[in-house]
């Protein structure tokens, strides 16, 4: 079966720290990957998709970038944290050329930035 | 642009209750229609998943319901417990934005004993 793991479960930076923020699927192969904020009162926001390694979509301009080193590992970093980029982060996989297969979301990472 | 509406943003009922939440859509153009829920802190569990060929899906106390035509998806609970408080999460996969996944905000559910 399919499992995606995101790491840390909790993560308190001082602005201007570097974010690594980690992502990994197990179970399948070529993935679609995609990274999701969850700002306190408003609904999800994607942030990044993946549809192979190396291949990075971004939907909205911002501080965070992410890459996909290997098949199924999804990275959300920053070289400088704002106090905007709190929030609980979350990372989700679907299958890769099939509409009709739905998103499983991992468990996330709440970040404060302080 | 798709977007999706979810009413009522909060909801509190007594213990046994059946009870409906509703999600709305403005682009019928969906592949499909999932539920989720989220407990306080936590990551989403995926509830049902309604293709968009089909009319609704049943999951034990919970049943969905879609009709594309009008854009409107309900999620009913039947016999509702404490346990069911948690956030309900609509999201669509909508083809004319590439399959991306679209959220509503979520109805927050507060079933009391």
């Known amino acids: 079966s399919q499992t995606i793991h995101q790491w840390p479960a909790t993560l308190v930076q001082p602005v201007g720290s570097p974010l690594s923020l980690e992502c990994t699927v197990e179970g399948t192969s070529n993935p679609n990957l995609y990274w999701y904020r969850q700002a306190a009162g408003r609904g999800l926001q994607l942030l990044f998709y993946?549809?192979?390694?190396?291949?990075i979509s971004s939907e909205v301009p911002q501080n965070l970038s992410a890459s996909r080193p290997q098949d199924r590992q999804f990275i959300l970093s920053s070289k400088k944290l704002l106090l905007s980029d709190s929030g609980f982060y979350l990372c989700?996989?679907?299958?890769?050329?099939?509409?009709?297969?739905?998103?499983?979301f991992g468990s996330g990472t709440r970040l404060t930035v302080v | 642009k798709q977007e999706v509406t979810q009413i009522p943003a909060a909801l509190s009922v007594p213990e046994g209750e059946n009870l409906v939440l509703n999600c709305s859509f403005t682009d019928s153009a969906i592949y499909n229609l999932q539920w989720f829920r989220q407990d306080p802190g936590k990551g989403l569990t995926s509830l049902l998943l309604?293709?968009?060929?089909?009319r609704e899906q049943t999951s034990g106390r919970l049943n969905a319901s879609l009709d594309k035509s009008s854009g409107r998806s309900t999620l009913y609970i039947a016999a509702s417990q404490p346990g069911d408080s948690a956030t309900y999460l609509c999201?669509?996969?909508?083809?004319?934005?590439?399959?991306?996944?679209?959220f509503g905000q979520g109805t927050e559910l507060s079933v009391k004993p």
């Open positions: 989700a996989w679907s299958v890769q050329g099939a509409s009709y297969y739905g998103y499983t």
């Open positions: 309604i293709q968009s060929s089909q």
């Open positions: 993946s549809v192979g390694i190396g291949q």
């Open positions: 999201a669509v996969k909508s083809y004319n934005q590439g399959g991306k996944l679209i």
